[in-house]
């Protein structure tokens, strides 16, 4: 059982995570919620923790941001868009039993006091930033890293909100060079 309540944009995603994992899961029902929910959310994060698993598109992107602007202190848990896929159609209700367990046992809390431990300079050096194939590259390390995509801004600051640590960091990178993926 997880302790923590996982938050979901709908119905077919609480489907999709209860087959997957025994927990309580609650719905958004996408980016129409209110202070009601939002106030919900607080009061659970609080008292046992919430992790936000919303879809990986921009709907999802954006109704992460908000929760996370209003919650502080939540986990997130993030699934490649690769493994969200069903035709046309992304979203964790596509996501196997599998993805949907690794996502959520990768879930990291965001750190408002983070520690810019990374700069521009590492993503150049190690190929994330400045070159031909650096989108995809950075792409699959997100995966390893469990830290959803980024352009490089973004994925320099999502190292530096969830703390990743120097050696996380170059062995996911070296995985990635070594032909390793999600």
């Known amino acids: ?72 202190g939540a986990k997130h848990a993030f699934l490649p868009q690769n493994k ?6 992304i979203g964790v209700e596509n996501a196997s039993r599998k993805d949907i367990i690794e996502a959520l046992k990768g879930a990291r ?19 994330l ?3 031909a194939n650096s989108k995809e590259k950075r792409n699959k390390v997100s995966n390893l890293l469990k830290i959803g995509y980024g352009n490089s801004k973004q994925f320099l600051n999502k190292l530096n909100s969830f703390k990743i640590s120097r050696e996380e960091f170059e062995t996911a990178v070296k995985a990635v060079e070594n032909g390793e993926t999600l």
Do not use: C
């Open 129 to 131: 930033s400045g070159r």
């Open 1 to 72: 059982m997880i302790k923590e309540v996982i938050v979901v944009e709908g119905k077919d995603d609480i489907r999709a995570v209860k087959a997957a994992v025994d927990a309580e899961v609650i719905a958004t029902s996408g980016f129409g919620y209110g202070r009601k929910l939002i106030n919900l959310l607080r009061d659970l994060n609080e008292r046992r923790g919430i992790i936000i698993f919303t879809d990986p598109d921009y709907m999802g992107t954006k109704i992460r941001k908000d929760l996370d602007k209003n919650i502080k």
């Open 84 to 89: 969200a896929m069903k035709r046309d159609d």
């Open 109 to 127: 809390p965001v750190y408002e006091n983070a520690e810019y431990i990374f700069t521009n300079a590492d993503l150049i050096r190690t190929g």
